[in-house]
């Protein structure tokens, strides 16, 4: 059974950050390529960053460089993303993606940065 389960979500203070994990099994895991995405209230989905199959190139939106680090380790089946200097428009459903002949979606967990 193919399953992708994110987790760290949570509410954190503008400024602070949330280190968000996926696990990732039922798959062949390091055959696929790996993202991040978001979805806030009343907007579309949209990607947050893409790691390749070995974790050598990373691609990042813009708004996330310098604030957000996508890694993996495919001995765990893991990737992560390190949020930090956390804003209050980063609010958002936060959505693993295994990118291959077949994408896989995980369920997503809630970010929520609020004072």
């Known amino acids: 059974q193919v399953q992708l389960v994110e987790s760290g979500g949570g509410l954190v203070q503008p400024g602070g950050s949330l280190r968000l994990s996926c696990a990732a099994s039922?798959?062949?895991?390091?055959?696929?390529?790996a993202s991040w995405y978001r979805q806030a209230p009343g907007k579309e989905r949209e990607l947050v960053a893409v790691?390749?199959?070995?974790?050598?190139?990373?691609v990042y939106v813009d708004s996330m460089k310098g604030r957000f680090t996508i890694s993996r380790d495919n001995t765990k089946n893991m990737v992560y993303l390190q949020m930090n200097s956390l804003k209050p428009e980063d609010t958002a459903v936060y959505y693993c993606?295994?990118?291959?002949?077949?994408?896989?979606w995980g369920q997503g967990t809630q970010v929520t940065v609020s004072s």
């Open positions: 790691i390749t199959t070995a974790g050598n190139s990373r």
């Open positions: 039922g798959f062949t895991f390091r055959n696929y390529a």
């Open positions: 993606y295994a990118a291959g002949p077949r994408g896989y």
